[in-house]
């Protein structure tokens, strides 16, 4: 467009000059006509800017990392033709977006052209390079004149289907448990207790009249339009410490860290799953609210997926804050996976507070915070904070090495 603008700049300016320094009528009328051109290539393009109908099509919605193929489509209603339509492409990276503002986010363009009264089909790849819930719109479609000079708006009420989204899965990993760390997990048991109930939905302890402040959720529906009164369902009490793995994805997190640590809660709960060991996944959604799921299945694996991929950045030790004042599990083993910036010594003041007291306060009976990276100097205060350590990649944090691992 700048290239036929120059070019008819000069166009201008020949013909002004030879207005100016002929009297013949020709180059009179020859000027006029050259100012008036851009004027009707206007009004030649107009009615294809208001016939315009486009659309976006989506052809896999979950997929791997790697192209992606967006279907842009539509129809040119007008009888005439358009020698160049623009559409502009948005896509945004929700995993990891903290106040509106997402870590990921590019613009593409396409240019068409577009037969009179025929439709059209493009087909566009998008490179996905990092996992997560990748947000698709088309921001604004343009027609150009048949100059090449402008480029004139379509009406966004001409748009159908003009946003999507993809979600995009973090690679396959490979994670297991020792022998050792089996009974701890409970992989080797499935014993509940007679004489007190639990959490875990999967087992019934008893069945009860409903009684203020009784979970909704525990409402067994169909028994209590039976008879005629509400029954409440009590969960079991596992006697094997149950897993509970707790996310936190830090607002400094870059792309790469938060799809290593998805990638990680992943391959342990295929692991865990694989010998059906229920285990549960828990975050902090955008509102703030703690979101948990026990893990017994593919299908509920796989329900969880959708929000997983939307992770919403955090501030540090949000999360963990979040689960210890709305949980008290003395009997699970509470991982809590962290991308990000790990510990701030002398900083993280309360943090340091809440991890010395998470077993005395009954949150859970053991912690081991997994991050991706961890010094020395890190991994010495948090021992001493009676939490362990355990990096994303299954190896322990060696204490004789002086360098970063």
């Given at each position: 467009?700048?290239?036929?603008?120059?070019?008819?700049?000069?166009?201008?300016?020949?013909?002004?000059?030879?207005f100016v320094l002929s009297d013949l009528y020709l180059?009179?009328?020859?000027?006029?006509?050259?100012?008036?051109?851009?004027?009707?290539?206007?009004?030649?393009?107009?009615?294809?800017?208001?016939?315009?109908?486009?659309?976006?099509?989506?052809?896999?919605?979950?997929?791997?990392?790697?192209?992606?193929?967006?279907?842009?489509?539509?129809?040119?209603?007008?009888?005439?033709?358009?020698?160049?339509?623009?559409?502009?492409?948005?896509?945004?990276?929700?995993?990891?977006?903290?106040?509106?503002?997402?870590?990921?986010?590019?613009?593409?363009?396409?240019?068409?052209?577009?037969?009179?009264?025929?439709?059209?089909?493009?087909?566009?790849?998008?490179?996905?390079?990092?996992?997560?819930?990748?947000?698709?719109?088309?921001?604004?479609?343009?027609?150009?004149?048949?100059?090449?000079?402008?480029?004139?708006p379509v009406p966004k009420k001409n748009g159908r289907?003009?946003?999507?989204?993809?979600?995009?899965?973090?690679?396959?990993?490979?994670?297991?448990?020792?022998?050792?760390?089996?009974?701890?997990?409970?992989?080797?048991?499935?014993?509940?207790?007679?004489?007190?109930?639990?959490?875990?939905?999967?087992?019934?302890?008893?069945?009860?009249?409903?009684?203020?402040?009784?979970?909704?959720?525990?409402?067994?529906?169909?028994?209590?339009?039976?008879?005629?009164?509400?029954?409440?369902?009590?969960?079991?009490?596992?006697?094997?410490?149950?897993?509970?793995?707790?996310?936190?994805?830090?607002?400094?997190?870059?792309?790469?860290?938060?799809?290593?640590?998805?990638?990680?809660?992943?391959?342990?709960?295929?692991?865990?799953?694989?010998?059906?060991?229920?285990?549960?996944?828990?975050?902090?959604?955008?509102?703030?609210?703690?979101?948990?799921?026990?893990?017994?299945?593919?299908?509920?694996?796989?329900?969880?997926?959708?929000?997983?991929?939307?992770?919403?950045?955090?501030?540090?030790?949000?999360?963990?804050?979040?689960?210890?004042?709305?949980?008290?599990?003395?009997?699970?083993?509470?991982?809590?996976?962290?991308?990000?910036?790990?510990?701030?010594?002398?900083?993280?003041?309360?943090?340091?507070?809440?991890?010395?007291?998470?077993?005395?306060?009954?949150?859970?009976?053991?912690?081991?915070?997994?991050?991706?990276?961890?010094?020395?100097?890190?991994?010495?205060?948090?021992?001493?904070?009676?939490?362990?350590?355990?990096?994303?990649?299954?190896?322990?944090?060696?204490?004789?090495?002086?360098?970063?691992?």
């Amino acid at each position: 467009m700048t290239g036929n603008r120059i070019v008819y700049f000069y166009v201008v300016l020949i013909s002004f000059s030879l207005f100016v320094l002929s009297d013949l009528y020709l180059f009179h009328l020859f000027f006029i006509f050259i100012l008036l051109l851009p004027a009707v290539s206007l009004l030649a393009v107009l009615p294809v800017s208001r016939a315009l109908r486009y659309g976006m099509e989506v052809e896999d919605d979950i997929l791997p990392k790697g192209d992606c193929y967006v279907a842009i489509t539509g129809k040119n209603a007008s009888l005439l033709p358009c020698a160049c339509a623009r559409i502009r492409l948005s896509r945004r990276n929700a995993l990891g977006r903290m106040d509106g503002r997402y870590t990921e986010s590019s613009e593409e363009s396409v240019r068409l052209s577009l037969a009179p009264g025929r439709a059209f089909s493009h087909r566009l790849p998008l490179e996905m390079a990092h996992c997560g819930r990748v947000d698709l719109s088309i921001l604004r479609v343009e027609v150009c004149d048949l100059l090449g000079l402008f480029f004139l708006p379509v009406p966004k009420k001409n748009g159908r289907s003009v946003s999507g989204s993809v979600y995009v899965l973090p690679e396959l990993q490979s994670r297991t448990i020792e022998t050792d760390d089996a009974a701890d997990l409970g992989l080797d048991s499935a014993t509940y207790s007679t004489k007190k109930p639990g959490n875990d939905p999967s087992e019934i302890f008893q069945l009860r009249d409903y009684r203020e402040g009784d979970a909704r959720h525990s409402i067994h529906w169909k028994l209590s339009a039976r008879m005629d009164r509400l029954i409440v369902r009590e969960f079991g009490l596992p006697l094997n410490p149950s897993l509970h793995f707790l996310l936190e994805l830090r607002a400094d997190a870059d792309s790469a860290a938060a799809e290593y640590m998805l990638g990680t809660v992943l391959a342990f709960s295929e692991y865990l799953m694989a010998r059906n060991a229920v285990h549960s996944i828990s975050w902090l959604g955008e509102e703030g609210m703690l979101h948990t799921i026990s893990v017994s299945g593919a299908d509920t694996l796989a329900a969880a997926l959708h929000e997983l991929l939307a992770l919403p950045g955090q501030k540090r030790w949000s999360t963990l804050e979040t689960f210890a004042l709305q949980n008290a599990q003395s009997e699970t083993h509470l991982v809590y996976m962290v991308a990000g910036s790990i510990w701030n010594p002398g900083v993280d003041e309360n943090a340091e507070r809440l991890l010395e007291s998470l077993v005395d306060l009954g949150v859970c009976r053991r912690m081991t915070l997994m991050p991706q990276r961890c010094s020395v100097e890190q991994t010495r205060a948090l021992r001493s904070l009676g939490c362990e350590v355990q990096l994303m990649d299954g190896s322990i944090p060696d204490l004789t090495a002086e360098v970063e691992l």
